[in-house]
């Protein structure tokens, strides 16, 4: 989900927005410095990934964020915990706003711009 965050990243900018986006590639061991060394600058974190909502990376976070009292807006961009149906990625991807588009407008969103 990196490349998709990194071009709804270049919208947000288009915007006058700067947003980070920070490539976790596992989930277990979180990286927490470096979450929180960046979580610490801002007020608003979304989380993005493909796989369901509870109990991934972004619930992780959530309970990182938690135990070091970190207080900020978060928002999880992730699959519905139901079952998916079979289809090519793409196609899923575009359902379920796992794309830069999808992102953008989720962003758009939660930072309340028109």
Do not use: C, W
């Amino acid at each position: 989900m990196v490349y998709p965050s990194f071009l709804a990243a270049e919208k947000l900018a288009s915007l006058g927005i700067e947003a980070a986006v920070l490539n976790s590639r596992f989930v277990k061991p979180l990286d927490k410095k470096l979450i929180f060394k960046l979580a610490s600058k801002i007020k608003k974190v979304i989380t993005i990934e493909e796989n369901v909502r509870q109990g991934g990376f972004g619930s992780a976070v959530l309970e990182f964020f938690q135990e070091t009292n970190l207080i900020l807006e978060i928002r999880n961009l992730a699959l519905p915990d139901q079952f998916i149906e079979h289809g090519h990625p793409s196609l899923l991807r575009e359902k379920y706003n796992l794309t830069a588009d999808g992102i953008f407008k989720f962003a758009k969103n939660f930072l309340q711009i028109e």
